[in-house]
């Protein structure tokens, strides 16, 4: 895997996704093009991870930097939802 897509995929996965879709080329996986599509659209995050499982394993620092990024954005933006709605 491209070491700037692992790193950009960290900042911006959508804008990611999309330059490297459109320039470079996707990492090789085994996500149906509709699965790439939509996961692209609505959860970047998680497909990049996919990516990063099947071109580097479970055993790359990357998957776990990716992971833990994903899961503090998530719990962050929860947050701020439940503070908004009060």
Known sequence: MNAVFLVLGLF????TLLIFWL???LPQNSVPFIGDLLLAIFFPRV???IYIVEN???ASPWFWIHLVVALILYFWAGKKVRKATR
């Open 23 to 25: 320039f470079v080329g």
């Open 47 to 49: 497909l990049i991870i």
């Open 56 to 58: 580097l394993g479970v």
């Open 12 to 15: 911006i996965p959508r804008i």
